[in-house]
């Protein structure tokens, strides 16, 4: 299915150069000279990289058909990590290269989806937003009342997050999938 470059969102998978591409940024161009043109900062979906690509305003490209199938976190075994499908308890393993920095956020029992294209697996989709205890941040120093002042704070998975002074060992916190960063208490 062909779908024009002046209709694309974030978050849409489209075809570039044969490979699926999730379409991070997207800006509408209108250079004073010349006709406009779609600026577009695209993630390929099988080699992780990122790039920049411009289309004329009007181009056609090909939608990429990922299929997104609900799956469970259960272990990680090494170099692989072990899924289990929640409808027919189907066990996957997935190496970890193929999830690259995603599998910070992977804690057992986390509900994720797992991303087909052509029966080829090439990512997850974690919740935008989740829950994780703090096993280890420095105690909140008295008198240390800057602005926005934040510390160090080692997660359940091993991740390490910057928090709010008054965020203590134990506590249970939310962190945003998007850019990796604390959001709130939980």
Do not use: W
């Amino acid at each position: 299915m062909n779908v024009n470059v002046n209709d694309i969102k974030n978050g849409m998978t489209i075809m570039v150069d044969g490979f699926p591409c999730v379409v991070q940024e997207f800006s509408h161009v209108k250079p004073g000279k010349g006709a406009a043109f779609v600026k577009m900062k695209l993630k390929n979906l099988k080699t992780g990289s990122i790039t920049e690509v411009s289309f004329n305003s009007g181009t056609k490209v090909d939608k990429a058909h990922i299929t997104k199938s609900p799956m469970q976190y259960l272990y990680d075994s090494g170099d692989n990590y072990v899924f289990m499908n929640t409808s027919s308890y189907e066990q996957l393993e997935i190496p970890k290269d193929t999830l690259g920095d995603d599998i910070k956020f992977l804690k057992e029992n986390l509900e994720i989806l797992i991303d087909f294209y052509e029966g080829e697996i090439i990512g997850i989709t974690l919740p935008e937003k989740i829950e994780f205890e703090v096993i280890e941040t420095e105690p909140a120093v008295k008198g240390n009342t800057t602005n926005n002042a934040m510390k160090d704070a080692k997660l359940e998975t091993g991740y390490t997050v910057k928090v709010p002074l008054f965020i203590e060992t134990g506590e249970k916190i939310i962190i945003s999938t998007k850019d990796g960063k604390y959001s709130s208490r939980a």
